[in-house]
């Protein structure tokens, strides 16, 4: 998770910047926000807030905070500033140097890498005093977008329309890439969401969940530069950018996928998958006098046989979803399975079709609490994890 300071320039434009906050959160980053004077006319502080989750900065002359010395703290616990809209104004200030308000007092104190996304008047935009200031902020090393193209609340038409929330999005996402990824060169492989057994053609034993903490660890590892190969049950869920899926309905179909798909040098076994199956008839059962009788059979234990096979990747992590001492079973499950790591979630509320999750890392140096955060969040912080294991630094 990176840590963003969007600061809100006063155009018409602001009220994008709702959309850029959703979009950022949505993709597992923190917003905080600092709304200019001139921002107060276009969009609330109560937005701003309500969207980041976070309190929303305007002044430079709030006591507690300047005691502190607020626009010093802000600069630097971020891993990016991010000033959108950035109007002819506001470019213009941070150009010349100057720092008569919190958001250019925060520019001119950061060595913050800052990204600038402009939005004007094309009368603006193309002026030589406008295109004197990019320049100048080109040179002195901050990020300033190309300004779209399009009709504009004033009537006219042509560049300096702010660009669109998803394009600063991926604008961020690049800026905030490492310069070499963690995870070039490995092979990880994970699976995902439920395993169906059917009881008869149109009918199948199953469990809840969704598929979406697998997906989302897939994709964090991709992000990563890892090769991925995604074994996953039936789910209804769009393929991770850069992630090689492999579709199954059981649990022996998925413990082949995974026996086909190492050797890896990591295996986050994510999926919830069935302990049982049943003998399945080969016709629709139908109601009768008498109530079926199904009779189980236990499935492959993947986890285990994975953590015990010959082509065994050198880490292991498992997962284990509980209704009750979620810590307790989770700890006894990763010396049973022979598991490197154990994450462990309680799944009796939300969870299993949720957005968020809370888990606890179980490995042999203890256990770690992670509080409820979205899923997105969770994986980026388990790939973290997994590429300081696979580096050696942990």
């Not at 905080?32 to 807030?49: K, N, S």
């Not at 990204?115 to 009368?123: D, H, I, K, Q, W």
């Not at 320049?135 to 009709?151: C, K, N």
Request: aromatic fraction near 4%.
């Amino acid at each position: 998770m990176k840590r963003i300071l969007l600061i809100v320039g006063g155009g018409i434009a602001a009220y994008k910047a709702a959309e850029l906050i959703r979009l950022l959160k949505k993709r597992g980053h923190a917003v905080r926000c600092v709304l200019t004077e001139a921002g107060h006319h276009f969009v609330t502080p109560m937005t701003l807030a309500a969207l980041s989750e976070d309190k929303v900065y305007t002044t430079l002359w709030d006591l507690k905070d300047e005691a502190e010395m607020g626009h010093i703290q802000l600069s630097r616990e971020a891993d990016l500033i991010v000033v959108a809209p950035a109007t002819a104004d506001l470019l213009a200030r941070m150009a010349g140097g100057l720092a008569n308000d919190l958001a250019t007092t925060i520019l001119l104190a950061t060595d913050t890498p800052v990204l600038a996304a402009p939005a004007m008047n094309v009368r603006m935009w193309e002026h030589v005093a406008t295109q004197r200031n990019v320049a100048q902020l080109r040179a002195d090393g901050i990020t300033v977008m190309a300004p779209d193209e399009g009709p504009m609340a004033c009537g006219e038409f042509g560049p300096g329309r702010l660009p669109e929330p998803d394009a600063i999005a991926s604008a961020v996402e690049a800026m905030l890439a490492p310069a070499a990824p963690r995870l070039a060169g490995r092979h990880i492989l994970v699976t995902a969401g439920p395993t169906h057994e059917p009881i008869d053609p149109v009918r199948y034993l199953a469990n809840r969940s969704s598929g979406r903490q697998g997906f989302a660890i897939a994709e964090s590892l991709a992000r990563l530069g890892a090769r991925v190969t995604l074994v996953a049950g039936p789910v209804a869920l769009p393929t991770p950018p850069g992630v090689d899926r492999i579709d199954v309905e059981t649990a022996r179909e998925m413990a082949a996928a995974v026996v086909a798909a190492l050797p890896a040098d990591a295996a986050v076994m994510v999926a919830a998958v069935a302990d049982w199956h049943v003998a399945a008839a080969p016709q629709k059962m139908k109601k009768g006098d008498a109530l079926p009788v199904l009779t189980l059979a236990e499935n492959p234990d993947i986890l285990a046989g994975v953590a015990r096979g010959a082509d065994r990747p050198r880490l292991v992590v498992g997962f284990a979803a509980e209704t009750e001492r979620v810590v307790e079973h989770a700890v006894a499950k990763r010396l049973r399975k022979q598991a490197d790591w154990i994450v462990a979630n309680d799944v009796s509320g939300d969870v299993m079709g949720g957005a968020a999750n809370a888990v606890h890392l179980i490995t042999a140096d203890g256990v770690e609490t992670w509080d409820r955060l979205p899923k997105a969040v969770v994986a980026d912080r388990l790939a973290e994890r997994i590429a300081d294991a696979l580096s050696g630094a942990a």
